[in-house]
Structure formats: structure tokens, C-alpha cells
């Protein structure tokens, strides 16, 4: 079964930036697509991006359009997550996950187990 460990988190000011990688073991990564979610203090997760198996498509929550990027390099197994902009509001431990199908709903799916993710602090 693929591992993932999510990495790059940090303390940073708003307005900085951040960029979070997500590793996967294993051989299979190349045919998933990924997604990133958080899960902010005191509140449920979220879903924040998804990429597609070969990167070609890629989709955003709202909150986050035009200030993070997701991209992967499936020669290397990671995934990436450029953060912009970073505002309090993003403040959240960050998570990656894999699904079969880039049109997964992603703000609904259920996902196989979660890893520890990396905390992401933005102080204002």
C-alpha cells in the first residue's frame, strides 16, 4: 500500500510563503491523482487541491484560487504545494491523500487512512 508523508510546513508571517511536499512510497504513484487538504483548529477537514495522475488538470477550493499552486513530479513520487500570499486564515495542519479518479468529490470523498500531515502556522 502506498505511503504518503507530507512535509515543509512552518511557521511564517502573512504575506509569505510556504511550499509543502507530499512523498509518496511505492510504485503506483504515477497512476493516482492527489489531492491536499487541512484541517484548521477546532474545525472539520477541507479540501484545498487536486492534481491530476499526469498533472494535467488541477482544481482549487475557492480560498485559495490564485494564491496556492499544486503541481507533482512523478519521477521523484512528490507532490507539491507553492503557498502565496499566506493569510492567519490558512493556519491548519495539511494533509495529501490519493484517489483513482481526478473527479473524485473531493470535498466529500472518503479516503483511505491519513498520515500525520506538517502543521502550517501564518501569523498576522
Known amino acids: 500500500q502506498m505511503q504518503l508523508v507530507e512535509s515543509g510546513g512552518g511557521l511564517v508571517q502573512a504575506g509569505g510563503s510556504l511550499r509543502l511536499s507530499c512523498t509518496a512510497s511505492?510504485?503506483?504513484?504515477?497512476?493516482?491523482?492527489m489531492g491536499w487538504f487541512r484541517r484548521a483548529p477546532g474545525e472539520e477537514r477541507e479540501f484545498v487541491a487536486a492534481?491530476?495522475?499526469?498533472?494535467?488538470?488541477?482544481r482549487y477550493t475557492d480560498s485559495v484560487k490564485d494564491r496556492f499552486t499544486i503541481s507533482r513530479d512523478n519521477a521523484k513520487n512528490t507532490m507539491y504545494l507553492q503557498m502565496n500570499s499566506l493569510k492567519a486564515e490558512d493556519t491548519a495542519v495539511y494533509y495529501c491523500?490519493?484517489?483513482?479518479?481526478?473527479?473524485?468529490?473531493?470535498?466529500?470523498?472518503?479516503?483511505?487512512?491519513w498520515g500525520q500531515g506538517t502543521q502550517v502556522t501564518v501569523s498576522s
Open positions: 491523500n490519493k484517489a483513482t479518479s481526478f473527479y473524485t468529490n473531493w470535498a466529500r470523498g472518503v479516503f483511505s487512512s
Open positions: 511505492g510504485r503506483s504513484f504515477s497512476t493516482y491523482a
Open positions: 492534481i491530476s495522475y499526469d498533472g494535467s488538470f488541477t
